[in-house]
Nanobody
Framework: QVSLVESGGGLVQGGGSLSLSCVASGYKFGNNVMGWFRQAPGLEREFVAAIRWNDGGTNYIDSVKGRFTISGNNAKNTVYLQMNSLTPEDTAVYYC?????????????????WGQGIQVTVSS
């Protein structure tokens, strides 16, 4: 049974930084992609970033390029999202997700497994 558990959220002042972690278990390593999505109140879930385990390939939504960095540690089964220069517009519940296959997809329906989500709040 696949499990994804996020940690590291919280409250930060605008311009600050936070680092999210997602520990994955219960699946076979290999051709998987890990992604981060976010959902603000009243809005649809939005793709943030994705990373491919086998070659480290990444994909980002334009609004976070240069501010957020996704990375992974295979030995720890963990994917990270380092978020810098945060703004109130980054406030949302952040979700970790996993999909099989090569594509660094940005569509939530392409992902098979999801974490419970963790709140990130950025004050102005």
């Amino acid at each position: 049974q696949v499990s994804l558990v996020e940690s590291g959220g919280g409250l930060v002042q605008g311009g600050g930084s936070l680092s999210l972690s997602c520990v994955a278990s219960g699946y076979k390593f290999g051709n998987n992609v890990m992604g981060w999505f976010r959902q603000a109140p009243g809005l649809e879930r939005e793709f943030v970033a994705a990373i491919r385990w086998n070659d480290g390939g990444t994909n980002y939504i334009d609004s976070v390029k240069g501010r957020f960095t996704i990375s992974g540690n295979n030995a720890k089964n963990t994917v990270y999202l380092q978020m810098n220069s945060l703004t109130p517009e980054d406030t949302a519940v952040y979700y970790c997700a996993m999909k099989a296959g090569y594509s660094l997809a940005s569509t939530s329906s392409r992902y098979d497994y999801w974490g419970q989500g963790i709140q990130v709040t950025v004050s102005s």
